[in-house]
């Protein structure tokens, strides 16, 4: 017999629990509605129906006007219209449907997503029932969970107002899109680099001192080409950084000889997604100094710290011994109006926590002292900020209490998965090898390349370019000066350093890479003659099938999750005979 050790499985996970699942996109469909059997009585709020003419009453779906209408009524407790929309959304995502916010549940047939959401209200009731969220660990998590949620909420109401700043965004752009102009020329000799160097240093036209170093087989290059960095080796975009328009670089040392580059302007190419990149790193940038200016004041409004005492705490002096006496210090680090202090021990007791093998090497490697000022600040933020969240009401608000009922739920249900189901469910040996044998098929993998490589429009450039890179030519430098070379947007092949499956490549390339190993060269022309490559082999992997040892645990897991869930389906169906589940929603139309 074995039985995995438990695998915190959520419910939704299971698809079972779906109900804090996110909202599904996109405004409300006129055309789709749900059909209830009774409108709620007394009228509420986030419950508009409408009395159609044949006198159905019409609930909209995706509607916030409609979000809070019961579909379904399990021991008192309430399944809400948007919790059925949003976990039949969830299983579209889950299954790849095409919209990617999800699909709108036109058609669909509900009832099994809508048994689902039944069966674990009734578990979520019985775990009450036995007083499973009156253990420690599940009042302890809660707790946490409402202090983290007012924190966050109060977060992001101080960061709500910020815009990202022009300014940045447009550094930020111009950083991330910026490609030099650069004229270089490779020698395969350091001291023909310098005199080259040399040459142009006294006055000497570039491009002429190219041109003639060109024809006496010195040198190769020169071309003006348009480079972003991030495309070039190190070394060279370390010394591209460091020149002025017009100005001529050193020699370099690079893979294959010397390179002496000219830079001849900058340019910023239009980047519509680079740009939004740089609107959100801004805009991220600008929130945080929102948060941290918040914080300060919360500081002069609620705290009184004691620098001098926390400047002076020496917490690795004495060791681990007295390392562990401070965890026991009850002197205030800070005390804060309407709140416990934060002491000695508390920052000790937290710092403790982040080096979970111990702590008497982190004391003698001297790490524990250089967190201190952060754990302090971290643990004061999170004390002002849940004081002000308070101080505020934002724990009276309907957002706070919905998302606390909502995590109290999957609390409740993943604790009774722990105690009560989990425990109860054995996989043993035979069950997870017979699952291998059936699906060993989706365990074999066929012949797999990691590629790069250049492509060319004649036959000729791409047997060039391949005797130079067996003579040591850097591809990268390659890449940017060969002559010949193919657009990218013109290229039938484009490799990218993905791991790609021999399967989905031309049969003429497979071909042309067998036998093939790490780093080797090959020439390949496309089946049409348009396109002619130079493919160096990154990485390759054999076929072959992964032995059972290396999937057990998955296989493993697998049994186990269909085992839960059957057990779920069976404790809840016996549930269902002593509690009573009213179904409130008829059909859903569009």
Not at 152 to 179: C, G, H, I, N, Y
Not at 275 to 292: F, P
Not at 531 to 545: E, F, I, K, N
Request: charge should be neutral; charged fraction near 25%.
């Amino acid at each position: 017999m074995m039985n995995p050790a438990p695998s915190n499985l959520s419910p939704c996970l299971l698809v079972l629990c779906l109900a804090s699942a996110p909202a599904a996109a996109g405004a409300a469909d006129e055309g789709a509605f749900a059909v209830l059997r009774a409108a709620p009585t007394p009228a509420r709020a986030g419950c508009a129906v409408t009395r159609a003419k044949d006198g159905e009453l019409h609930a909209a779906l995706y509607a916030e006007e409609t979000a809070a209408c019961p579909v379904a009524r399990v021991a008192g407790d309430e399944i809400t219209l948007a919790e059925l929309t949003n976990a039949l959304a969830t299983q579209h995502l889950a299954r790849g449907a095409k919209a990617a916010h999800g699909e709108k549940p036109k058609g669909m047939d509900f009832a099994p997503t809508l048994d689902r959401l039944v069966d674990v209200r009734l578990l979520v009731h019985e775990a009450r029932e036995m007083g499973l969220l009156e253990l420690p660990d599940s009042k302890d998590a809660l707790e946490a969970f409402r202090d983290s949620t007012l924190r966050t909420m109060l977060q992001q109401e101080s960061a709500r107002p910020v815009k990202a700043d022009p300014a940045e965004v447009d550094r930020l752009f111009k950083a991330a899109v910026k490609q030099w102009k650069l004229r270089s020329v490779m020698f395969a000799k350091e001291e023909d680099a310098k005199a080259f160097g040399a040459a142009v240093a006294k006055g000497g036209p570039f491009e002429a001192l190219v041109k003639a170093a060109a024809a006496e087989k010195k040198a190769e290059g020169g071309e003006p080409i348009f480079v972003a960095p991030a495309r070039m080796v190190p070394e060279l975009a370390t010394a591209a950084a460091a020149l002025k328009s017009g100005q001529v670089g050193p020699p370099v040392k690079v893979t294959g000889g010397w390179v002496v580059m000219k830079l001849e302007g900058i340019r910023y190419p239009e980047d519509a997604k680079a740009l939004e990149e740089a609107r959100a790193k801004s805009l991220a940038e600008q929130q945080h100094r929102a948060v941290q200016k918040l914080h300060e004041a919360l500081v002069k409004k609620y705290a009184v710290v004691d620098r001098k005492l926390l400047d002076g705490l020496d917490l690795e002096v004495g060791g681990e011994a007295a390392f562990q006496a401070l965890a026991k210090d009850p002197r205030p680090l800070a005390t804060i109006r309407g709140e416990p202090p934060l002491t000695v021990g508390d920052v000790t007791s937290d710092i403790a926590k982040k080096f979970f093998h111990g702590i008497g090497d982190p004391i003698k490697e001297h790490r524990v002292n250089k967190a201190k000022a952060d754990t302090f600040e971290i643990l004061l933020g999170a004390r002002l900020f849940g004081r002000e969240a308070r101080e505020r009401r934002l724990d009276q608000r309907p957002a706070f209490q919905r998302r606390v009922a909502e995590y109290e739920r999957v609390l409740a249900f993943n604790t009774f998965l722990e105690r009560v189901i989990i425990p109860g469910v054995k996989v043993v040996e035979p069950e997870v090898q017979a699952r291998y044998q059936a699906r060993q098929a989706e365990f074999t993998s066929p012949q797999m390349y990691r590629l790069d490589g250049l492509a060319f429009s004649s036959a000729a450039a791409a047997q060039a370019a391949l005797e130079q890179l067996r003579g040591g030519t850097d591809p990268d430098w390659l890449r940017a000066n060969a002559t010949g070379l193919l657009k990218p947007e013109a290229q039938q092949l484009r490799f990218d350093g993905t791991l790609l499956s021999a399967a989905t490549l031309p049969a003429s390339l497979v071909k042309a890479l067998a036998g093939a190993q790490r780093g080797d060269l090959r020439l390949h022309a496309s089946d049409d003659g348009r396109q002619h490559s130079v493919v160096r082999v990154l990485d390759q992997v054999a076929p072959g099938t992964k032995p059972y040892p290396e999937v057990r645990e998955t296989l493993a897991r697998e049994v186990e999750a269909e085992k839960i869930g059957a057990a779920v389906r069976d404790y809840a169906a016996k549930l269902r005979g002593v509690q009573p589940v009213d179904v409130l929603i008829g059909r859903m139309a569009g």
